[in-house]
């Protein structure tokens, strides 16, 4: 059976190796989504531990001094978490996009991986048609005799 080798594995080798990196760039990014929410709940924890403890030391009598500290505690903080927030937000758009390509690199891959299968199909059902005609031509031949 003569082989045929398939024209385009190179490409087909290329498309693999993309998809690879596609892969590599998708759980980089989820990775660091996963890491910017983590800091974003333990700024968020923090802060209503902070809330907590000042609500206690409210009923226990504050000055003005620790009422201004808090006050700016407060106010600093929420700027911390709300940049966090875009950001854990950016990181999540991010994310989608690498999604999107990843999933595109694979649908890449599959067409040509699909053709190649096609083409081994159509390959091996000709060498098989003509080992049949073959095989007709000997019988024939030998009925003949």
Do not use: P, S
Not at 85 to 92: A, Q, S
Not at 119 to 134: L, Q, S
């Amino acid at each position: 059976m003569h082989k045929k080798g398939f024209k385009l594995q190179q490409v087909l080798n290329y498309r693999k190796e993309v998809e690879k990196v596609r892969t590599l760039e998708f759980a980089d990014a989820k990775r660091e989504l996963e890491h910017a929410a983590e800091r974003l709940r333990r700024e968020e924890e923090h802060a209503a531990h902070v809330a907590h403890e000042f609500v206690c030391k409210q009923t226990d009598g504050i000055d003005a001094v620790e009422l201004q500290m808090y006050a700016n505690f407060f106010r600093k903080k929420q700027g911390e978490i709300n940049q966090q927030r875009d950001e854990v937000h950016t990181l999540d758009c991010k994310v989608t996009e690498k999604r999107e390509t990843l999933l595109h690199a694979a649908k890449e891959k599959k067409v040509l991986e699909t053709f190649k299968d096609r083409k081994i199909a159509a390959d091996v059902k000709d060498e098989m048609a003509k080992d049949r005609h073959f095989l007709d031509e000997i019988a024939i031949q030998k009925k003949g005799r």
